[in-house]
């Protein structure tokens, strides 16, 4: 705990806090009231576990966006992997996938039904099962941001080398900055800096934000997940917002280099090639999904099983698409913490333990918006 208890330090905290606060007293004088976006799942946690956005100023608000990957996945992914669960395909998936609800069930129901569906904690499982069963026919529900994308190609690379003919990749993968190009550009949303996220940043670089941060003149800072780092990211990005400045600033460079991961970024160049998809609460995005180039379309499950994976439909009342969007807090929804709650979710953002909802659930009922 030597390292974490650092960067938990109390003393440290009310110090930032107060710099904070002072900031936001200056933006105050000009009448400035402040919206930055998080988009980073594990951010949105921190932020209400620790009571940050509590600590702010009033004319600093400190908004979730789509940081968490099974939220903003549409229903119609959903569909695509029932209907293959129905045809006696085992689904392999990451736990978060197993409730969210698709238009009409969740895999858990399918599951409960008699249908294969295989919880791992890596995707190498797949390969391990597809390995082990050469009759049955495995598909991996490749859902994610380029922090999960890497290992997903890993798993196609092996797929190939090891000639598993009864594996493929569904793919559902997102890439972040085509959202951030989204929501800067959304007058609805309105965001002035964004807290960038922290695995993400440390595949994708430090670099891969300037050009953003340059054309829509919007702060952003890459920031830990611990609170002195969350602080010390809110504290940058009211400088810069004080100073008139837009530009990059890596608050985690002991993790994230300027660079990124160039071997996760050979390896998801070598598979994947971006095409438009489909966000839950954006819409159609150009260029912000992966799917498997040509050359391993054998281990494509879109292509194998012809599947068209559409919108699919969201649940009555679910207002999951404005969370995402950072237009709508948790509690603005008329379900939540009555008809949606974590044991009974309707939407995914109550359903992933990253979900905006469930933070708000958890450990900010009753605080203000
Ligand atoms: S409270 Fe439930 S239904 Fe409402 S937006 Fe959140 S997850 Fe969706």
Redesign the pocket.
Known sequence: MKYVDAFRHPGAARAIRGRIRELGARLAETQRAVRIMEVCGTHTMAVARYAIREALPRNVRLISGPGCPVCVTPPGYLDAAVALAGRGIAIVTFGDMLNVPGSQTSLARRRAEGARVEVCYSPARAAELAAREPGAEFVFLGVGFETTIGPVASLVCRAREQGLGNLSVLCGFRRILPALEALAQDPEVAVDAFLCPAHVSAVIGADAYRPFARRHRRPCVIAGFEPLDILLGLQGILEQVLAGEARVDNQYARVVRSEGNRKVQALIEQCLTPVDADWRGLGTLPHSGLALRPEYAAFDAAVRYRLCVGQGQVPA????GD?IKGKLT?PE?G??GRA?TPAA??????VSSEGT?TAWYRYTRGARP
């Open positions: 009342g679910c207002r999951c969370v948790p929804c379900l939540f949606c979710p309707v939407g995914p953002c109550m909802c």
